[in-house]
């Protein structure tokens, strides 16, 4: 990579090496682990003059969302979220009968699904054929496809203008960041909104969150760099909100250019304010995230070879797609962690990318009653030790590598 993704400058400063790794979210089969894997460098830089951090787009949407391991209702926390956000839209921007609500990258129907429940016209605009179709299942509309300018036409032109157009979890995942921008702006009517969420790098590097750095997401935002971002398209940003969802995360809320109307919220200036504080308009603020990358993947394999040595048993719960770029890069194989467990059936009996740790069922780790559970999506922390609460009977702990090695004892 040469040029920044968004401003085209030659200006890029490395912030960590991760290695090379194979996508996060491609499972493998039983029949599928004598056959050769892909890999792709895993390298965060960052663009020193309008600040993207990003990653090389060594893989296509295409490849990685045309059939996808993720569904969003399988998060108790991340559907309360959701309907959460959909209660405070409909009041904040007095959404009723006569309104039209697009997602983008609506997965399941996880959030339409409340918009429907108040007889708010809807569409989700879903590329992965089998998360669409479980969305469809669950009586949400919606389109499969990639969002771009001319899709984004298409949909306004069948469908009308929306009133606002969600889009989580999203605005990191498509390399073509400006082409993405405008087809928001072609679904949005001209005096709508457009809700936009994402991980805010100011959390992912003052609290070592390097596991959400792999291959789907092509890009990381500070505000300064979102506000660029959105500008590309023709959209200005009004307000945010700082939420504590993906470890930290920021709720973007744009409109169309000439509709913002005046300057945006003391909020935004309040987060640029804190951005500069910590750094991120300038190098300094980069430099010292590799090496507090390193002692994560140190205190982690201190950990298991220890355990493992003690004769203690370390299994893992959840198989996130951040978890698979821990597991790769810290090197971590069945011998340290025999198999982790999660909620989603479609994983079950596959095994991770790269480290080839099985994927099996919750009810294992009862049954086994391991001294260690390594919890993967350390970013619903309280959800699962709530969840894990049960390992307290036998009298196991669960243990969080993110920002820093930790070892909990949970009761119920």
Not at 42 to 61: E, K, M, N, S
Not at 110 to 121: F, P
Not at 158 to 170: F, I, R, S, T
Not at 394 to 407: D, N, Q, T
């Amino acid at each position: 990579m040469t040029r920044c993704r968004l401003c085209g400058s030659a200006a890029l400063e490395s912030v960590v090496d991760l290695g090379a790794t194979p996508p996060c979210e491609s499972f493998l089969a039983a029949d599928e682990l004598d056959r050769p894997e892909p890999t792709y460098p895993l390298h965060l830089r960052v663009c020193t003059d309008c600040w993207l951090a990003q990653i090389p787009p060594l893989i296509t949407p295409e490849e990685t969302f045309t059939q996808y391991a993720y569904f969003s209702s399988y998060s108790t926390s991340w559907v309360e979220h959701a309907r959460t956000f959909v209660d405070d839209s409909v009041r904040r921007l007095g959404l009723g009968a006569d309104s039209f609500v697009v997602e983008v990258a609506s997965n399941d129907g996880y959030l339409l699904k409340h918009v429907v429940e108040r007889g708010i016209r809807c569409l989700g605009v879903e590329p992965s054929v089998n998360v669409g179709a479980a969305a469809r299942e669950a009586g949400v509309p919606t389109l499969t496809a990639f969002l771009g300018p001319e899709s984004g036409a298409a949909v306004r032109a069948e469908h009308g203008p929306a009133d606002l157009v969600v889009a989580n979890n999203v605005y990191a995942h498509i390399p073509d960041v400006v082409g993405f921008t405008r087809g928001l702006r072609a679904l949005v009517a001209d005096d709508g909104w457009v809700s936009v969420e994402v991980q805010h790098l100011l959390t992912l590097i003052e609290q070592n969150q390097y596991d959400t750095i792999y291959h789907e997401h092509f890009q990381y935002y500070t505000v300064a760099a979102a506000i660029r971002a959105l500008a590309s398209g023709g959209l200005a940003l009004v307000d945010v909100e700082l939420l504590p969802t993906h470890g930290g995360s920021i709720r973007l809320w744009a409109r169309p250019a000439e509709a913002a109307g005046g300057p945006p919220t003391a909020r935004v200036a309040d987060v640029l304010d804190r951005e500069k504080a910590a750094g991120l308009q300038e190098l300094s603020g980069y430099t010292r995230f590799s090496d507090r990358v390193a002692k994560v993947r140190r205190d982690l394999l201190g950990f298991l070879v220890t355990a493992a040595e003690r004769g203690e048993t370390v299994v893992g719960y959840g198989a996130p797609g951040k978890g698979n770029t821990l597991l790769n890069h810290c090197g971590i194989r069945p011998d340290l962690l025999p198999y982790t467990v999660d909620r989603n059936p479609y994983k079950h009996g596959r095994f991770t990318p790269g480290t080839r740790v099985p994927v099996l069922p919750p009810e294992r780790i009862a049954a086994d009653r391991p001294d260690y559970v390594l919890v993967l999506p350390w970013n619903l922390r309280a959800e699962l030790v709530e969840q894990l609460s049960y390992v307290h009977e036998w009298g196991g702990r669960l243990v969080f590598p993110i920002p820093e090695l930790s070892i909990v004892e949970v009761k119920r």
